[in-house]
């Protein structure tokens, strides 16, 4: 193969199959707003009115929207020769090790914090507990300096929980779903949906303990949708917009301020159940028929390559830089330095823990799966 055919090839998956290289680069693109909108947000202590990226928690559910499109194209047509079992191992060992690596990372945060002072007195037991439950992707008990989170040593792991569990839905359930059950399945879980957004005025829940019941919730529609999109991508409209104009999408998304609630009505839930409902399957269904350039496709692979473990790892460092901004107090010209110098150590280390944890732990499970399966 010659060097120019080799600069054209396709990206493949694990499978063969090529690579939706536009919705990679879009997984990246959300990815690092989300990264930008915790490190800014801590920064200001989340006030609505101080956030830059005040709907970014929104990639969250865009998250869940691309991997029911994702999950479906890559294994749909894989069940003949594929059992249950198999499914969930070849999940597991996709993301699992960054999992343990999120884990491993917020222990070392909590117990190792130098800037914590007092903060953090929790007990060996309580945090060991933490760690366990980290390592499987579970929820734990509160920890002392940690919001309420559900999974107090890596806050974003609770995404990864409810992405397992929509993997197992899709193994026992969803897979074997004609088009007309999953498209009802998708309308009610919609609804609850909508519910959920115009109650609450936004979809900042599912994250803690004391919101745990909106996780499920909030992964349900777009799961479903992302699915029922790949099963129907050929019969729906072929937008063809471009990487960057739907990075752009997202980021103007994302950028929008809070909206102000009028009598009953919660305009700002009005609006991100909007973003979720309708424009992000827009942008899933425009990602899916749109190309780019030589230039453009290595863009978006390495963003997609590093969405995940930045999304993963990097929340450990952001702890230690509240505990650094709690005890400066006001917000200097040294904490912008900081945050910015923060924002790009952590695409650096994502970049070395897809090369140099999760490659070669990937590589090394699979060929144990392949001796045992």
């Known amino acids: 193969m010659s060097a120019p055919d080799t600069a054209q090839a396709p990206d493949r998956t694990a499978g063969g199959k090529a690579h939706f290289e536009i919705l990679d680069g879009l997984r990246g693109t959300a990815a690092l707003l989300v990264v930008a909108f915790h490190i800014q947000g801590i920064t200001v202590l989340f006030d609505a009115s101080r956030l830059l990226l005040p709907h970014a928690y929104l990639a969250v559910d865009f998250f869940f929207a691309l991997s029911g499109f994702v999950v479906g194209y890559a294994y749909d047509d894989r069940w003949g020769t594929m059992t249950t079992r198999q499914f969930l191992v070849r999940r597991l060992i996709r993301l699992h090790p960054l999992v343990v690596l999120g884990a491993i990372l917020g222990l070392i945060s909590?117990?190792?914090?130098?800037?914590?002072?007092?903060?953090?007195?929790?007990?060996?037991?309580?945090?060991?507990?933490?760690?366990?439950?980290?390592?499987?992707?579970?929820?734990?008990?509160?920890?002392?300096?940690?919001?309420?989170?559900?999974?107090?040593?890596?806050?974003?792991?609770?995404?990864?929980?409810?992405?397992?569990?929509?993997?197992?839905?899709?193994?026992?359930?969803?897979?074997?779903?004609?088009?007309?059950?999953?498209?009802?399945?998708?309308?009610?879980?919609?609804?609850?949906?909508?519910?959920?957004?115009?109650?609450?005025?936004s979809y900042d829940t599912g994250w803690g303990l004391s919101n745990f019941w909106g996780a499920p919730v909030r992964l349900a529609y777009p799961f479903l949708i992302g699915l029922l999109i790949f099963r129907l991508h050929h019969r729906l409209p072929h937008f063809r917009i471009g990487f960057i104009p739907l990075s752009i999408v997202l980021a103007l998304v994302f950028i929008v301020p809070v909206l102000p609630s009028s009598g009953t009505v919660k305009w700002n839930g009005v609006y991100q159940a909007t973003c979720v409902l309708l424009l992000f399957p827009a942008i899933i269904i425009a990602g899916r028929h749109s190309a780019g350039g030589p230039l453009t496709r290595r863009l978006c692979q390495a963003a997609g390559r590093i969405s995940y473990p930045l999304y993963i790892t990097h929340y450990p460092f952001v702890y230690l830089y509240m505990n650094w901004v709690a005890g400066r107090g006001e917000t200097t010209a040294i904490t912008v330095v900081i945050a910015c110098s923060l924002y790009f150590f952590t695409i650096l280390f994502a970049v070395a823990a897809y090369r140099w944890w999760d490659i070669p732990l990937r590589s090394a499970l699979q060929r144990m799966a392949r001796g045992r399966f």
């Open 110 to 201: 909590y117990l190792g914090d130098p800037f914590a002072g007092d903060r953090q007195p929790a007990s060996v037991i309580l945090v060991a507990f933490a760690f366990i439950m980290a390592l499987l992707a579970l929820p734990s008990a509160p920890l002392a300096n940690r919001l309420g989170d559900s999974h107090p040593l890596n806050a974003p792991a609770w995404t990864l929980l409810q992405e397992y569990i929509g993997n197992l839905a899709y193994a026992l359930v969803l897979r074997r779903l004609g088009t007309r059950a999953l498209a009802g399945a998708a309308i009610v879980a919609a609804v609850i949906s909508a519910i959920t957004a115009l109650s609450l005025g």
